[in-house]
């Protein structure tokens, strides 16, 4: 049974930094390419960032372009998100998911969320003034 599991999230003021992490198992955390979204109360999910399944190329919502890294930790199975400058529009359930198919293009990592098919249950992140 796959599992994926998001912590890290908080409260935090704006202009400070948080580390999101999402461990998986069940799957060959090797071979999938792996997604960070969110949504907003109100708001449609959307996608944050994506790495592929080698690490070889990273994807990043314009709005967290600058101020998000992804990686990942291949023998702690282990997806990271790191956020900087963190901003008041950044409030949002962070989620993190693995694509639907493993070994997928080391070249592009898919920005639409059915493109992924094992979601956690998110975290929570807050930015206040």
């Known amino acids: 049974q796959v599992q994926v599991v998001e912590s890290g999230g908080g409260l935090v003021q704006a202009g400070g930094s948080l580390r999101l992490s999402c461990t998986t198992s069940?799957?060959?955390?090797?071979?999938?390419?792996m997604g960070w979204f969110r949504q907003a109360p109100g708001k449609e999910r959307e996608e944050v960032s994506c790495?592929?399944?080698?690490?070889?190329?990273?994807d990043y919502a314009d709005s967290t372009k600058g101020r998000f890294t992804i990686s990942r930790d291949y023998p702690e199975n282990t997806l990271y998100l790191q956020m900087n400058s963190l901003i008041l529009e950044d409030t949002a359930m962070y989620y993190c998911?693995?694509?639907?198919?493993?070994?997928?293009?080391?070249?592009?990592?898919?920005?639409?969320?059915?493109?992924?098919?094992?979601w956690g249950q998110g975290t929570q992140v807050t930015v206040s003034s």
């Open positions: 998911a693995a694509n639907s198919v493993p070994y997928s293009s080391l070249y592009y990592c898919p920005a639409q969320e059915s493109r992924y098919g094992n």
């Open positions: 069940g799957l060959r955390f090797t071979t999938y390419a």
């Open positions: 790495i592929t399944w080698r690490s070889s190329t990273t």
